[in-house]
């Protein structure tokens, strides 16, 4: 069921926040004003980098059942380097996506890559990053959160110039 969503989703990907009031509303659909925040500045950063962006969040959704600090932080580690990672791309795009499924908040951040496919193996660990020395402290952070949330899931994938970021809550 959450492919049949995240296909639908994919499909609207037309949509443009810096052109349509449909993805802007969506926002508005966030429960969390810090969620809110930290989602608006980094969709707005990326659009001033002239990165392609989709974001789906069709009904209210409150928070996840974790932290408020901790989302921020993962939400804000994932949409850096989704930012980061979307401008070195050829067609720099950007899609979030927020929504309730069953019992489960489900989180989808995908974006376009320079590569074909990123080793996804070790990009948890201190000090790996794709993007060179002295970097991989982010992902590493995440990681750590996360093992404090037993419910929590991450799944992160690679393929055809897109690199996907799937939390389920």
């Known amino acids: 069921m959450a492919e049949g969503i995240y296909e639908t989703f994919i499909a609207d990907s037309d949509k443009k926040f810096y052109d ?6 969506n926002l508005s659909h966030l429960e969390n004003t810090a969620l809110k925040s930290i ?11 002239g990165i392609d962006l989709t974001v789906e969040i069709a009904e209210p959704i409150s928070q996840p059942d ?13 949409l850096d380097n989704t930012i980061e990672a ?26 376009s890559t320079q590569a074909e496919k990123v080793n996804t193996k070790a990009i948890f660990n201190y000090g790996k990053s794709s993007k060179g020395d002295n970097r991989g402290i982010g992902l590493a952070n995440v990681k750590e959160i996360l093992d404090c949330y037993p419910g929590v899931s991450l799944m992160t994938t690679s393929q055809n110039y897109n690199f996907r970021q799937e939390i389920r809550f």
């Not at 989602?39 to 980098?49: P, R, T, W």
């Not at 974790?66 to 994932?78: G, K, P, R």
């Not at 070195?88 to 989180?107: C, D, G, M, V, W």
């Open 20 to 25: 349509s009031k449909y993805d802007i509303a």
């Open 66 to 78: 974790m932290d408020l600090l901790d989302v921020v932080t993962i939400l804000s580690i994932f």
């Open 39 to 49: 989602i608006s500045a980094k969709l707005m950063e990326a659009q001033q980098l």
């Open 86 to 111: 979307a401008q070195e791309a050829e067609n720099p795009s950007l899609a979030l996506a927020y929504f309730q499924e069953n019992h489960q908040k489900i989180l989808l951040i995908e974006n």
